[in-house]
């Protein structure tokens, strides 16, 4: 089996970290194995299948002769980096939103799109993680009775903010068991402890946030949907590293719950956890640190207006895993079948 | 003034508690004041408006000579005792869902029916506390553009299943940032903390919870919408003692962001906190421990239909207070004010 040189770019933050993991787990065919970060966390040692791999710091000559580049960078750091590395012949599939709605870059997710990897230029761009998490779940009801419209409130964990959300969390947590103050918060505007932030992203001028437009924009182009309407309102949430999905959909034709859950427990990547007798609904605390979207509460929307067809569901889904790094992973893995 | 005998029953809870708390704050005409509760409680000390006041048990006799009950005991407590003060001849204003969707009994939240007070006949009933929330924040822009539909998903705090709620949440926290290991939940199915619980109350045969349909049965009968569609979906979050909802709105008439902006500055009972530009949006800390319905978020519905005209929002508010205590003492004082 031809093996691959892979670099992960910002291979120190949580989902670097992750990416490392499911390389691994996934058993990924590399070569060899470049961790590249700032210059800060150069020389730092980290280790992977049994052997400790050093961390560089990114330059443009590190891209030399490396194949695939998980990208799990900001945004700045990924413009800087990715359009070197593919000149320099690497394929990037990259986790920033710099690429995303650029139409010569794929966006994919594995489960719902995986023929356009294909056609990719050296970049391919691994979508929002609420939106992979959102996606996951209702493709498999989209190929049934198609989709017009979704209406999604989100429950985000800190995990999205990077290790210093979780760290800030954890912190702040301790501080109240201990009836200590609480300490002002650095990664979130706001004390998330034992409060909820509505607000995530910077905000356009018709009062939606960055990140409530991206399910909207990043769905359109994944499931080639250009007319798809998404109302989202995206709220943190004091979780580690889960997102939940409270999401209507509209359908053109009818789908029914029975229909709607055989589609969902045949799906790719889903796990259908729906059994409200036996108080088996999807929680956040139970989707940590694996890589299914866990989707329950499947009913129908009973305030669709006569004729138009509803379902109500709620998704959970590892916000580092499934929603970042495994996703991004999965399309390497792709990207190596299609050779 | 006239001066009125009053009794609470369900006196130690934590709404029976902020009941009493209201009584004072608000000035309520008090000529004499019970506390009742169960054998276990009676006996016990507490101070209202700088005297200590004994905690009597609860039973038929205790009800002579009192004016107005203040009900806030779960709902096999209500069954057994508002009866019987009825026929004593007291009014009682009953948080329990044992009488809300009675024909016989109003359903009153004085910013929205006041009106109802009037038509009672020895009951009214208090509605839930993500009702009152809710309907706060949209009767004001119903006022504008007649209300259709309301797709609502909720985040709803530990207070909603009382201080044991509130105690376990807190005991979880304490044991996390600790290190210890969280106990076996009691107040709830699952861990809250660090977690979300998408159920409250059980499940009806379409898969919705009770409380989720509270919010289409109560809406309808406070608004008077007999014909009001709403889907709810309610998730428990490890918040303390405020509610935060997010709520799509459908109307029969164009409401413009502008003018519902100004009929939430206007409305009583609401605090309008709208200022993206400036990270102002309510939060559930902000809420806490005092009576306002915060509203913020306002923005036009992006996935509204053509033709169709739809708002998206998001308020918060303390459960205990004006979810439950300070909505009954206020429903009280129309009593009063009426004769």
Known sequence: MKQYNVAILGATGAVGQQMLQCLEEQEFPIANLKLLASARSA?????????????????????????????????????????????????????????RLDPDVPLVVPE???????????????????????????????????????IVSTYQAASGAGIGGLRELEAQMAAIGAGQPVGDPKAFAYQLACNLIPQIGGFDAAGYTSEEMKLQNEGRKIMHLPELRVNCTCVRVPVMRSHSESITLEFEREVSVEAAREA??????????????????????????????????????????????????WCCGDQIRKGAATNAVQIAKLLVAQG
Do not use: W
């Open 43 to 99: 020389g730092k040692r980290v280790s992977f299948a049994g052997e400790d791999v050093v961390v560089e710091e990114a330059r443009d000559e590190a891209f030399d002769g490396v194949d695939i580049v998980l990208g799990a960078a900001e945004n700045d750091i990924a413009k800087r980096f990715v359009p070197v590395a593919r000149e320099k012949g690497c394929v990037t599939v990259d986790n920033s939103s710099a690429y």
């Open 264 to 313: 969902l427990a045949a799906a790719p990547g889903v796990k259908l956890v729906d059994d409200p007798a036996n108080l088996a609904y999807p929680m956040p605390l139970d989707t940590t640190d694996q890589d299914l979207i866990y989707v329950g509460r499947v009913r129908e929307d009973i305030s669709a207006a006569p004729g138009s067809h509803g379902l109500a569901l």
């Open 112 to 150: 719902v799109n995986p023929e356009d990897v294909a056609r990719h230029n050296g970049i391919i761009a691994n979508p929002n993680c609420a939106t992979i998490i959102a996606l996951v779940a209702v493709n498999p009801l989209h190929k049934v009775g198609g989709i017009k419209r979704m």
